[in-house]
């Protein structure tokens, strides 16, 4: 038992040179440090108990306490039955792929296919959607839905598209391929507004501003990645210190980011969220500026509207495969979204776009930026 560990145990009322049963003194731990008692710790008490190494521990002893973790973080926690994997996966960290965005791009498309109306936002979230970072090769989706209990309308669509649901616990539903396919993607299926979905795009959001955390975050993965190659749960638990450690810097980095905003952005009411479809385009003038309103796999996008003619002529919206852009095409022009710069033909103007926020109520709100804010 490391010296870290006994000073935690202490704090949490157990003598570490006399701790009694693994599961009781995890459960104070738990109690004092909430996750920050990780699987580890649950580990190195059973190990001290039975006077082993923690590397000796019985294999069916380490997925008993496992799911004992497993439900005490996540509330209402249960495995699927027949979910299992036939293939071992052991753990394995790469440097940043740029071809990631892409294969994101290719499973958002087919989820937003199968899932139609059920999915509110479908992102890209974990390592793979940081720029930079080293990550396992698998891509993590973050899917929002309106009634997470509603599994109707959401489970069967992500398992047409081939990714198995695994488990459930109260906040969120975790799919991922099962019996012998490549593990190459998960998703993670949450409800809108939840604490679950806030924090994983805080996360995403801040590791891609913050380059020190970044690379900090990549050389913690490689590491653990090594110690824990045949152990995803542990390898998982075993980065909970400093995520949690960074999703405090990462509060105070968006209220900064939130307080300049707020100071450069007005916001104008457009229109109710479920009034405008995927796929659909909505023509709105803002203070006199012709907007163009855009839905897409549950996102909302709003770009200049340069065109001459009252009615806006949409030709196409959806994801270049090239490099994972949502483009609206007019005019045989194509427009990214998400920065203006036009795609087809490169050397058309870019045209401007404006930032779009849901509020609690659901209401879909433009904001207007610079000159056009006063």
């Known amino acids: 038992m490391d010296a870290e560990l006994r000073v935690r145990l202490t704090a949490?009322?157990?003598?570490?040179?006399?701790?009694?049963?693994?599961?009781?003194?995890?459960?104070?731990?738990h109690d004092r440090w909430g996750r920050r008692a990780t699987l580890l710790d649950r580990y190195a008490l059973e190990a001290a108990a039975r006077g082993i190494p923690v590397d000796a521990l019985d294999p069916d002893l380490r997925?008993?306490?496992?799911?004992?973790?497993?439900?005490?973080?996540?509330?209402?926690?249960?495995?699927?039955?027949?979910?299992?994997?036939?293939?071992?996966?052991?753990?394995?960290v790469v440097a940043y792929d740029p071809a990631w965005p892409m294969r994101f791009a290719e499973w958002r498309v087919r989820l937003a296919a199968e899932l139609g109306d059920a999915?509110?936002?479908?992102?890209?979230?974990?390592?793979?959607?940081?720029?930079?970072?080293a990550a396992k090769p698998v891509i993590d989706i973050q899917v929002t839905v309106a009634e997470i209990a509603d599994e109707e309308r959401y489970v069967p669509p992500i398992e047409r598209a081939g990714i198995a649901f695994r488990s459930r616990d109260d906040q969120h539903r975790y799919f991922r391929p099962a019996g012998g396919r490549?593990?190459?993607?998960?998703?993670?299926?949450?409800?809108?507004?939840?604490?679950?979905?806030?924090?994983?795009?805080?996360?995403?959001d801040f590791l891609r501003a913050d380059t020190a955390v970044r690379?900090?975050?990549?050389?913690?993965?490689?590491?653990?990645?090594?110690?824990?190659?045949?152990?995803?749960?542990?390898?998982?638990?075993?980065?909970?210190?400093?995520?949690?450690?960074?999703l405090e810097r990462a509060q105070e980095w968006r209220a900064r980011v939130d307080r300049a905003d707020a100071d450069a952005v007005r916001y104008a009411r457009v229109l109710q969220?479920?009034?405008?479809?995927?796929?659909?385009?909505?023509?709105?003038?803002?203070?006199?500026?012709?907007?163009?309103?855009?839905?897409?796999?549950?996102?909302?996008?709003?770009?200049?509207?340069?065109?001459?003619?009252?009615?806006?002529?949409?030709?196409?919206?959806?994801?270049?495969?090239?490099?994972?852009?949502?483009?609206?095409?007019?005019?045989?022009?194509?427009?990214?979204?998400?920065?203006?710069?036009?795609v087809v033909p490169p050397a058309t103007e870019p045209v401007e776009t404006f930032p779009v926020r849901?509020?609690?109520?659901?209401?879909?709100e433009i904001g207007l930026t610079g000159s056009l804010a006063r």
């Open 12 to 29: 949490a009322g157990v003598d570490p040179d006399s701790p009694g049963d693994p599961a009781d003194a995890w459960r104070h731990l």
């Open 63 to 92: 997925a008993r306490v496992t799911l004992d973790v497993l439900a005490a973080h996540e509330p209402g926690f249960e495995l699927i039955a027949g979910s299992g994997r036939n293939r071992n996966d052991p753990i394995e």
């Open 119 to 133: 999915a509110l936002r479908i992102e890209h979230v974990g390592s793979t959607a940081v720029p930079g970072l």
């Open 182 to 204: 490549p593990r190459e993607v998960q998703v993670h299926v949450c409800r809108a507004g939840s604490e679950w979905e806030r924090v994983h795009l805080l996360f995403r």
């Open 215 to 246: 690379e900090a975050y990549g050389r913690l993965k490689v590491e653990l990645a090594s110690r824990h190659r045949a152990d995803r749960i542990a390898y998982n638990e075993a980065k909970s210190g400093f995520i949690l450690d960074a």
């Open 273 to 342: 969220a479920d009034e405008l479809r995927d796929g659909e385009l909505m023509p709105v003038e803002i203070d006199g500026t012709p907007v163009v309103l855009v839905r897409h796999a549950g996102e909302f996008f709003a770009v200049q509207n340069n065109c001459s003619h009252k009615d806006f002529p949409l030709s196409a919206a959806g994801f270049d495969p090239r490099d994972e852009v949502l483009v609206c095409a007019w005019h045989g022009g194509c427009f990214d979204v998400r920065t203006g710069d036009a």
């Open 358 to 364: 849901v509020s609690e109520a659901g209401w879909v």
